[in-house]
């Protein structure tokens, strides 16, 4: 478990350094979140992903979510956090993108029954994102090629979450925005 724990802090590390794709370093969300699984619970949910050298490939470096809600009539609070994975945009550098991400971490859920349990998880997921701010500029001597809208936008996302170990799994659908940090700030 440490030699996992350390190669995934070790990419978390090294993958900046290889950032840079279709002219974004990095894209920061935050929003809101609902979920389902037998429970009622809505909360908050943040994410930084670092673009790469491959247009249509992102590292998902953190996704961290908490809900709270009921389960059977009592208190539930669950908290998700997912550090290492890719997402993969199916139209890299339009107004209008669609994505599909895998990301794996872990779930905490206390349902109030003095049993709190902690599991290992994957989310597999897919959502679209609009972009509200202007396109980048191409880098002075290269070659014209398009490039990604920057700047604040809008996310929609689901994810189904398993759980190693638990019994149920469940789902998220998360709204809220998104801002793409350019690679070259002016």
Known sequence: MRVRLSCVVLAMFLVPALAHADG????????ITFGDGGSTVTGV????????????FD??????????????GAALTQFAWHVAGGRFTLNP????????QVIGGGVYTND?????????????????????????TNPPGQ?????????????????????????ENFSRVSAGFVYRIPKHLK
Do not use: M
């Open 24 to 31: 974004h370093k990095a894209d920061l969300f935050g929003g």
């Open 112 to 136: 109030g029954t003095n049993t709190a349990r902690k599991n290992g998880s994957g989310a597999f997921g897919f959502g679209v994102e609009y972009a509200f701010g202007e396109r980048a």
């Open 93 to 100: 550098g339009a107004r209008c993108t669609l994505f599909a």
């Open 45 to 56: 949910r943040q994410a930084v992903a670092f673009g790469t050298k491959v247009r249509w």
């Open 143 to 167: 070659p014209p090629k398009p490039q990604p809208y920057l700047g604040l936008g809008f996310r929609v996302q689901y994810d189904y979450i398993t759980r190693a170990g638990a019994p």
């Open 59 to 72: 590292f998902v470096a953190a996704d961290i979510d908490t809900r709270f809600g009921k389960h059977d």
